[in-house]
């Protein structure tokens, strides 16, 4: 198992892009990994495509909850939810858009091999807006039951898993009559990845491409 240290470049804090799809993506996706980046220095831009008025008020609080002494950014649009395929054009001038205006160290989405089709559409563009930032693509537990072979961990904390759960359950309480919205849910995958890293808990990712560089032509943050 081999590390890799994401470090903040030497002009500032770590600056992070996360988006999703809908509203509890991200958190569900990447909330261990947002609260352990949070720890330290901060920037971070909230990407949400779809949400009613409702689920984009839940989006706000749980960005705020999950990364609370962030420079933190919030982005929510109202693309049509389970129609993001059609809506192709707009989901990828949003992401076009975003991209002019900053360029992240870290970009957390959905992946490309996420059976739902919303969250499939975004893993699918994202690659071919950001063409030069690392790209993590975070995995959703649901029915179609499309969990693959990650190749990324974040290792979780027995602590910090239990405060990710805890934080879902308090900023998503529309979510709650899902029957797929528990703790057994949430932490049994956690537990399962956090397995196969030797960890307590863990998220797991994809990160579909990167380059291996020698250190005579690694960029010198110093600089």
Same mark, same amino acid.
């Not at 239990?162 to 995958?189: A, I, N, T, Y």
């Given at each position: 198992?081999? *590390? #890799?240290?994401? *470090?903040?470049?030497?002009?500032?804090?770590?600056?992070?892009?996360?988006?999703?799809?809908?509203?509890?993506?991200?958190?569900?996706?990447?909330?261990?990994?947002?609260? %352990? #980046?949070? /720890?330290?220095?901060?920037?971070?831009?909230?990407?949400?495509? +779809?949400? &009613?008025?409702?689920?984009?008020? /839940?989006?706000?609080?749980?960005?705020?909850?999950?990364?609370?002494?962030?420079?933190? &950014?919030?982005? !929510?649009?109202?693309?049509?939810?389970?129609?993001?395929?059609?809506?192709?054009?707009?989901?990828?001038?949003?992401?076009?858009?975003?991209?002019?205006?900053?360029?992240?160290?870290?970009?957390?989405?959905?992946?490309?091999?996420?059976?739902?089709?919303?969250?499939? +559409?975004?893993?699918?563009?994202?690659? +071919?807006?950001?063409?030069?930032? $690392?790209?993590?693509?975070?995995?959703?537990?649901?029915?179609?039951?499309?969990?693959?072979?990650? *190749?990324?961990?974040?290792?979780?904390?027995?602590? $910090?898993?239990?405060?990710?759960?805890? !934080?879902?359950?308090?900023?998503?309480? *529309?979510?709650?009559?899902?029957?797929?919205?528990?703790?057994?849910?949430?932490?049994?995958?956690?537990? !399962?990845? %956090?397995?196969?890293?030797?960890?307590?808990?863990?998220?797991?990712? +994809?990160? &579909?491409?990167?380059?291996?560089?020698?250190?005579? $032509?690694?960029?010198?943050?110093?600089?």
């Amino acid at each position: 198992m081999l *590390s #890799l240290l994401l *470090s903040a470049p030497s002009a500032g804090p770590l600056s992070v892009l996360a988006i999703g799809a809908h509203p509890d993506d991200i958190e569900i996706g990447a909330g261990g990994l947002l609260l %352990g #980046l949070a /720890e330290s220095e901060l920037r971070a831009r909230y990407v949400v495509l +779809t949400g &009613t008025a409702e689920r984009q008020q /839940e989006a706000r609080n749980a960005a705020r909850s999950f990364m609370p002494a962030a420079d933190l &950014t919030v982005d !929510l649009f109202d693309l049509p939810e389970g129609r993001l395929p059609a809506a192709w054009g707009s989901v990828k001038e949003i992401l076009e858009g975003v991209a002019r205006s900053c360029s992240p160290d870290l970009i957390i989405a959905p992946s490309s091999e996420d059976a739902h089709q919303d969250h499939r +559409t975004i893993g699918e563009i994202v690659p +071919t807006v950001f063409r030069d930032q $690392l790209y993590l693509g975070y995995e959703i537990p649901k029915w179609d039951g499309d969990l693959g072979q990650p *190749s990324m961990y974040f290792p979780l904390s027995a602590e $910090l898993a239990q405060r990710k759960v805890e !934080l879902l359950h308090k900023c998503f309480p *529309s979510q709650r009559v899902r029957d797929w919205w528990d703790d057994e849910v949430f932490l049994g995958m956690a537990r !399962l990845r %956090g397995m196969e890293c030797r960890a307590p808990y863990a998220e797991a990712f +994809t990160c &579909t491409k990167s380059a291996i560089l020698p250190p005579i $032509l690694a960029p010198d943050r110093d600089a």
